[in-house]
């Protein structure tokens, strides 16, 4: 059946210390993107793609990077310059297009980092 | 500018109450599409409902109905005779006709008292 899978469900991280996320579809979707949720607030925007080999800076974009070499694939690093990555980070995909807007957008379950 | 403002942080009420979580969007864009996604206790954002900016015809669908005002940016959603599995966060998440970006609002959290 198709879906978003992220995995690690939980993960920990030294400080200093790169880590990644990953993020899978396999609903053929154009747009992927990534979000971090702090608790008790709303979504922020980190990255978006609409289409592969190609990526956009979302709201919150320092510290973090993405690459999109594959269609069904949007990882996310988490790099030693972000100064507080504890946090939730959720995935999510839309099918795109010219009437990209008209879509809503669907979510994987998310990964929960905690830096120690 | 796009702002998108959720007012009610916490809403508390007695199983089979009637709830109503507000939102208000305001935009210059004349096309635009309003999203509700629901976050449980597990994390993950689920859709339930989207509205265009040219369609204020309200909805009924089961227990959910919404409410679109144009006029007053407002895109009103209420939930008829509460459960306790609609405890959740929810978010009211506007979309500009060109912006490929939704805009979440700080989410209601809801929680439904047996």
């Known amino acids: 059946d198709g879906g978003i899978t992220q995995s690690p469900k939980y993960l920990f991280r030294k400080e200093g210390q790169n880590v990644t996320l990953s993020c899978e579809q396999n609903?053929?979707?154009?747009?992927m993107y990534w979000y971090r949720q702090d608790p008790g607030q709303g979504l922020r925007l980190i990255y978006y793609s609409q289409i592969v080999n190609d990526f956009q800076k979302g709201d919150i974009a320092e510290g973090y990077s993405v690459s999109r070499e594959k269609k069904e694939s949007f990882p996310l690093t988490v790099t030693s310059a972000q100064k507080n990555p504890t946090a939730f980070y959720l995935c999510?995909?839309?099918?795109?297009?010219?009437?990209?807007?008209?879509?809503?957008?669907?979510f994987g379950p998310g990964t929960r980092l905690t830096v120690l | 500018a796009q702002k998108v403002t959720q007012a009610q942080t916490e809403i508390s009420v007695v199983e089979k109450e009637d709830v109503t979580l507000d939102c208000v969007y305001e935009?210059?864009?004349?096309?635009?599409?309003l999203f509700w996604y629901k976050q449980p206790p597990s994390g993950e954002l689920v859709f339930l409902i989207r509205r265009n900016s040219f369609d204020e015809q309200n909805e009924i669908s089961g227990r959910y109905s919404w409410n679109f005002q144009k006029s007053t940016s407002s895109f009103n959603f209420t939930i008829t005779a509460s459960q306790v599995v609609d405890s959740a966060v929810y978010f009211c998440a506007p979309r500009g006709g060109s912006a490929s970006k939704i805009i979440f609002g700080s989410g209601t959290r809801l929680s439904i008292r047996p």
């Open positions: 999510a995909s839309s099918p795109g297009g010219p009437r990209g807007s008209y879509n809503e957008q669907f």
């Open positions: 935009t210059r864009d004349t096309t635009y599409y």
């Open positions: 609903l053929n979707h154009d747009a």
